[in-house]
């Protein structure tokens, strides 16, 4: 080979693998900076954060668009790196700002301090899903750095308020921005890897292709107020204990569903025995709020006219939602007590697996696991890709860090935390993803 040549060559090998030290310290110290923020929503000032991207995205010569839906605050960000093929429809990577609250007096590590100790990156958002975040960033930013244009359109949003239903953020971007957000696939937080998670001892990457529906009901009791030195049946917390006792007695086996007997079948056994599991193979309901009493503080000495209490619903998918709902009303058969729905999310059903991005996933994944299952599943909590899914976007939620049953189980805790050099590997994961041909 002529020495021109090989210089070229040689350039193009360099071109193609970043060097990864240099880039896990960049990306790192970036994610510590981004937990530093402090996107709380409520209130859900995301500016911050916004700010922080952008830069970073203008550094290296991307140009991503700032647009507030309701007030200047709720921002979302959107960033196109263009691709070879312009027929076909883009990949979105989805990620979003905003965290949820803290109680600070809990905490034993600063939530804001993105602090790194013991092998773990610590800070509210360090899992949900700002680690994620750093990873499709990342991703967007190597393949600009390096000169490579992927196999068709990236875009990346990042939105406002996903842990507040996300009126700001997807829903208003869908509405307002479509043509700019239109994309075949979508990338959201949801699957992880996990050694006992999906099944005891061995390492399972989960990438969601489904999640359940969310159903919030309120059952309200009516009885008769009087004073509490003379007991009645007509007590609307006696009324309401009752209802619930029957509301809450869903039938409790596990339901077919295609999803978790694929899972089943991938790993080659039963599934593992937690509240993940348990929570994708049934539709479940979880008494979250208790409300009665006269006066502030409530006096104990009075019987109230009423009593209230939410439930949060859970519904697989294919589930029918009104039929749920009526046999509940039909368990508890009493007058005194009314369900009342608050909110429902639709059922968007599941997006197919078998596709060119969840092969090029899957292939990612061996590339540093190759010892790993790879398998579609369901996931028990809502993520923002319910809304893509309904307007017919494939997608798959994927966090690609090794994580066990303890470190999930810190999101949205007072320990919330992830493994530093799983977050290296998810780094690299995410850029051979978005450089694939898919
Ligand atoms: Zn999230």
């Known amino acids: 080979m002529k020495p021109a040549i090989l210089?070229?060559?040689s350039l193009r090998l360099l071109a193609a693998e970043p060097d990864w030290s240099a880039v896990q310290r960049r990306a790192t110290e970036f994610l510590q900076q981004y937990l530093r923020v402090k996107s709380i929503n409520p209130p859900g000032d995301v500016r911050e954060a916004a700010d922080l991207f952008r830069r970073e995205l203008e550094k290296v010569g991307l140009a991503p668009k700032l647009l507030p839906k309701g007030s200047p605050e709720r921002v979302n960000l959107l960033v196109r790196l263009k691709g070879r093929d312009s027929s076909k429809k883009p990949l979105l990577l989805l990620n979003h700002f905003d965290v949820v609250p803290v109680d600070e007096k809990a905490w034993r590590i600063d939530p804001f301090g993105g602090l790194i100790q013991n092998?773990?990156?610590?800070?509210?958002?360090?899992?949900?899903m700002k680690g994620t975040g750093v990873m499709h960033l990342f991703s967007l930013i190597l393949l600009k750095e390096l000169?490579?244009?992927?196999?068709?359109?990236i875009v990346m949003l990042c939105t406002p308020d996903e842990e507040t239903a996300g009126v700001y953020g997807i829903r208003s971007m869908i509405r307002d921005q479509w043509p700019e957000i239109e994309s075949e696939y979508v990338l959201d937080e949801g699957g992880f890897g996990s050694r006992d998670v999906f099944s005891p001892g061995k390492l399972v990457f989960g990438v969601s292709v489904g999640e359940k529906q969310v159903l919030w009901l309120r059952l309200r009791a009516k009885g008769t107020a009087g004073h509490g030195s003379q007991p009645i049946a007509d007590n609307a917390n006696l009324i309401l204990l009752a209802a619930l006792g029957k509301a809450l007695a869903v039938k409790d086996q596990a339901k077919q569903n295609e999803i978790v007997t694929l899972m089943r079948q991938n790993l080659g056994g039963?599934?593992?025995q937690n509240k993940f599991t348990a929570a994708i193979e049934r539709n479940t309901i979880s008494l979250t709020t208790l409300t009665s009493g006269v006066g502030s503080p409530a006096k104990v000495n009075v019987i109230p006219s009423l009593s209230e209490a939410t439930l949060d619903c859970r519904l697989l998918p294919g589930v029918n939602a009104d039929e749920f709902e009526s046999e509940m009303r039909a368990r508890i058969n009493d007058p005194r007590v009314t369900v009342e729905r608050i909110s429902h999310s639709a059922d968007a059903g599941v997006s197919p697996h078998?596709?060119?991005?969840?092969?090029a996933l899957k292939a990612a994944i061996l590339k540093y696991h190759?010892?790993?299952v790879v398998t579609p599943i369901l996931i028990p909590y809502g993520t923002d890709s319910v809304w893509l899914r309904q307007k017919g976007v494939k997608a798959y939620g994927l966090t690609p860090m090794v994580l066990d049953a303890a470190t999930v189980a810190t999101m949205h805790s007072d320990e919330e935390r992830i493994p530093l050099a799983e977050f290296h590997t998810g780094l690299r994961i995410?850029?051979?993803i978005v450089r694939s041909e898919f």
């Not at 000169?147 to 359109?153: H, Q, V």
């Not at 078998?354 to 092969?359: G, K, V």
Request: charged share 20%; no cysteine.
């Open 7 to 9: 210089a070229l060559f």
């Open 119 to 128: 092998g773990f990156i610590w800070g509210r958002g360090a899992m949900d």
């Open 147 to 153: 000169g490579i244009t992927p196999a068709r359109d």
């Open 270 to 272: 039963p599934l593992a």
């Open 354 to 359: 078998a596709t060119p991005l969840f092969d």
């Open 370 to 372: 190759p010892k790993a």
């Open 430 to 432: 995410f850029y051979e």
